[in-house]
């Protein structure tokens, strides 16, 4: 029999201990040894079986869908040459980002650095847009419906990794990223340019489809912005509550 204090010393450790002692890690996550041999091949393979929850999302730990995923503003980054590019775009939904392929993994465990190459085929997006800008001399005004596809996207992705310690258990986090952002070819059609004007608005979409390296370099810090964000957002969410002795065991 439990004396009444060793009871309740039970009792505090099984209450304090729901979390730190019984992490269960869920069962999408596929965990990986801490090995350098073997940990780049398994946390590519973690990441593929990953795909379908990325996909439909993770509602309990507040991972949104990845496709379609919806992007609720996407303004010029602060501090940058915003008078020159007047543009937002609002509840633009993308489709596709499912259809990635892992094309470099590269996990290294004793700098802790995160490196991934990123190939989506083809990027799919339909919202709305706000522009007043100046595109090659050519003013570009109006607002409307947007739809454009990106096609052959790489995300060249770099992160930093610290491990925490929270309440003596060891957690990783990821601490910056870079992102690096290809997009081999488009496709763009605005709607409701220059108040319906329609000549304008055709001459102005030949000359966004026409002059690509022009446009791409232009938008490549937005996107760069924009996708380091998700990523490194969505990568914290889903790590943050596995110890790292779970997530990456000692071999
Ligand atoms: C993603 O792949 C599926 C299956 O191959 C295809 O039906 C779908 O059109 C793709 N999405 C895009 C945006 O290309
Ligand atoms: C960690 O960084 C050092 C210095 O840059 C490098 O020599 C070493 O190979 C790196 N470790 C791994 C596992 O790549």
Redesign the pocket.
């Known amino acids: 029999m439990l004396s009444r204090n060793k009871f309740i010393v039970f009792l505090f450790v099984m209450l304090t201990c729901h979390e730190q002692c019984y992490s269960k890690i869920p069962e999408y996550i596929q965990v990986c040894k801490r090995d350098?041999d073997t940990v780049n091949e398994c946390v590519r393979d973690s990441i593929e079986k990953l795909r379908p929850k990325l996909v439909e999302g993770i509602p309990e730990l507040n991972v949104p869908s990845l496709d379609p995923f919806y992007i609720h503003e996407i303004a010029p980054p602060v501090g940058s040459n915003s008078r020159a590019f007047q543009a937002v775009g609002k509840d633009i939904k993308v489709s596709g980002a499912g259809n990635f392929s892992l094309k470099h993994v590269e996990v290294?465990?004793?700098?802790l650095?995160f490196r991934a190459r990123v190939r989506f085929p083809r990027l799919h997006f339909e919202g709305k847009y706000k522009v007043d800008i100046q595109f090659l001399l050519l003013p570009i005004r109006g607002e409307g419906t947007l739809v454009a596809d990106a096609i052959k996207c790489n995300v060249d992705a770099f992160m930093k990794i610290k491990i925490v310690e929270r309440d003596g258990v060891e957690y990783i986090e990821f601490t910056s990223i870079d992102t690096d952002i290809t997009i081999r070819d488009y496709k763009i059609k605005l709607q409701g340019l220059f108040n319906g004007d329609k000549a304008l608005e055709d001459a102005t979409n030949m000359a966004l489809n026409e002059n690509k390296a022009e446009l791409l370099k232009a938008a490549k810090p937005f996107a760069e912005k924009g996708v380091s964000t998700i990523i490194l957002d969505a990568a914290n969410k889903v790590t943050k509550d596995i110890p790292y002795d779970e997530l990456f065991p000692k071999p």
């Open positions: 350098q290294d465990l004793e700098n650095t």
